[in-house]
T-cell receptor, first 116, second 114 residues
Framework: DQQVKQNSPSLSVQEGRISILNCDYT??????FLWYKKYPAEGPTFLIS?????DKNEDGRFTVFLNKSAKHLSLHIVPSQPGDSAVYFC???????????????FGQGTILTVHP | GAGVSQTPSNKVTEKGKYVELRCDPI?????LYWYRQSLGQGPEFLIY????????DSGLPNDRFFAVRPEGSVSTLKIQRTERGDSAVYLC????????????FGQGTRLTVV
């Protein structure tokens, strides 16, 4: 059972336009959500996160939106740049009893291609 | 180095053999994680260390997999009697205590079992 799903395997956008990557989750215990970016032959790199007490978090060109009632989050990249081309993973964690955020559950990833 | 270092970067082994994968975390990071990424999938949690102890090993698929972190720094993931289904990229990450969600990942070890 895939608790975090990214239903779009790939996305192609023009440079300068908005990229919107989507993620759905099923586990209502998840309370912290993250986006990672991954280039080939490298490990994932943390991009941006959001706590379940918020519905939006912004960092430069990157904004993450959280809709808890729909169990849906999205990453917006504006404007998109060719260097943004990579695989994007969403991930979630549950702060079980305050012990840790140690365990992340990842989606399958979306390959973003930004064309010049 | 400043980042998480994993060795080897690539490992090819025969079915049934034993392998060890090493992770050097960022200095000062007390939390260390192992994940496994199969082709076309996202990373899958294996085990989480806080210091020397395994705080959560619920992701280890079976008793052929074992991980240690004896001095609270370097960690070794050990796989016995490897199977072709163990082929994947094994990722290690580390973070400051309590900030697991912003863990820094290594480049991974690509394990191929033939």
């Amino acid at each position: 059972d895939q608790q975090v799903k990214q239903n779009s395997p790939s996305l192609s956008v023009q440079e300068g336009r908005i990229s919107i990557l989507n993620c759905d989750y099923t586990n209502s215990m998840f309370d912290y959500f993250l986006w990672y970016k991954k280039y080939p032959a490298e490990g994932p790199t943390f991009l941006i996160s959001i706590s379940s007490i918020k519905d939006k978090n912004e960092d430069g060109r990157f904004t993450v939106f959280l809709n808890k009632s729909a169990k849906h989050l999205s990453l917006h990249i504006v404007p998109s740049q060719p260097g943004d081309s990579a695989v994007y993973f969403c991930a979630a964690s549950a702060n079980a009893g305050g012990t840790s955020y140690g365990k992340l559950t990842f989606g399958q990833g979306t390959i973003l291609t930004v064309h010049p | 180095g400043a980042g998480v270092s994993q060795t080897p970067s690539n490992k090819v082994t025969e079915k049934g053999k034993y392998v060890e994968l090493r992770c050097d975390p960022i200095s000062g990071h007390t939390a260390l994680y192992w994940y496994r990424q199969s082709l076309g999938q996202g990373p899958e949690f294996l085990i989480y260390f806080q210091g020397t102890g395994a705080a959560d090993d619920s992701g280890l698929p079976n008793d052929r997999f074992f991980a240690v972190r004896p001095e609270g720094s370097v960690s070794t993931l050990k796989i016995q009697r490897t199977e072709r289904g163990d082929s994947a990229v094994y990722l290690c990450a580390s973070s400051l205590r309590g900030r697991a969600g912003e863990a820094f990942f290594g480049q991974g070890t690509r394990l191929t079992v033939v």
